[in-house]
């Protein structure tokens, strides 16, 4: 079965600083994505980035990349520059099929404080 | 535009009560969700389904029935609510096209009392 393992439940960045949040996966679908969704405290799931698992280069959105490293199953978020309103929850996830459909499997998320 | 509604967004009400929530998604995509937010915040899918048809029923309880009248709507029905059904849920949307990312919309945070 698939799942996520995220370990840090919180950080804390300095303003305009560069955090990592880890994410590992584990399955045995050789074909799967992993996304990185932003839940800010007004509670809206916001889609932030996509990495397939062919892909051969690192994902990026504007300040934000994904780190895969396949061989280590980890899918680490690198926010670059952070700022305040990135402070919020990050979940990274995973699809996983079934029955012809798929789902999202998710992390339990890591709390980011960004510090003035 | 809003791409996934639902509605209401806070939803507050006793034990026994049947309840239901609204989703509209109007991005044009065939498959809809059910994802339900606990109070640790752990997401877990409950339903989804592709152009109106069920194809995941993650062992939710019968209490809770899906329905999808269109592939742009999919509602949530709740019977006989219970303490423990107080969470937050969130419908969502994507393309039928495997490892693609789902669209949410802005949850509905049920209160059971």
Redesign the interface.
């Given at each position: 079965a698939q799942k996520i393992t995220q370990t840090q439940p919180g950080m804390f960045v300095q303003e305009k600083e560069a955090v990592t949040l880890d994410c590992t996966y584990d399955t045995s679908d050789p074909s799967y994505g992993l996304f990185w969704y932003k839940q800010p405290s007004s509670g809206e799931m916001i889609f932030l980035i996509y990495q397939g698992s062919y892909d051969q280069q690192n994902a990026t959105e504007g300040r934000y990349s994904l780190n895969f490293q396949k061989a280590r199953k980890s899918a680490n978020l690198v926010i670059s520059a952070s700022q305040l309103g990135d402070s919020a929850m990050y979940f990274c996830a995973m699809s996983a099929p079934q029955g012809g459909s798929e789902k999202l499997v998710f992390g339990k998320g890591t709390k980011l404080t960004v510090n003035p | 535009d809003t791409a996934v509604s639902q509605t209401p967004k806070y939803l507050v009400t006793q034990m026994g009560n049947d309840k239901s929530i609204k989703c509209e998604q109007n991005l044009g995509h065939d498959?809809m969700?059910w994802?339900k937010q606990d109070s640790?915040?752990?997401?877990?899918?409950m339903f989804?389904y592709?152009n109106k048809e069920l194809?995941?029923n993650?062992t939710v309880p019968n209490r809770f029935s899906p329905k999808s009248p269109d592939k742009a709507h999919l509602n949530l029905h709740i019977n006989s609510l219970e303490l423990g059904d107080s969470a937050?849920y969130?419908c969502?949307s994507s393309r039928r096209v495997?490892?693609?990312?789902?669209?949410?919309?802005?949850?509905t945070?049920l209160t059971v009392v």
């Open positions: - | 498959t969700y994802y640790k915040k752990f997401l877990k899918i989804s592709n194809i995941i993650e937050v969130f969502a495997l490892n693609t990312e789902a669209f949410f919309g802005q949850g945070r």
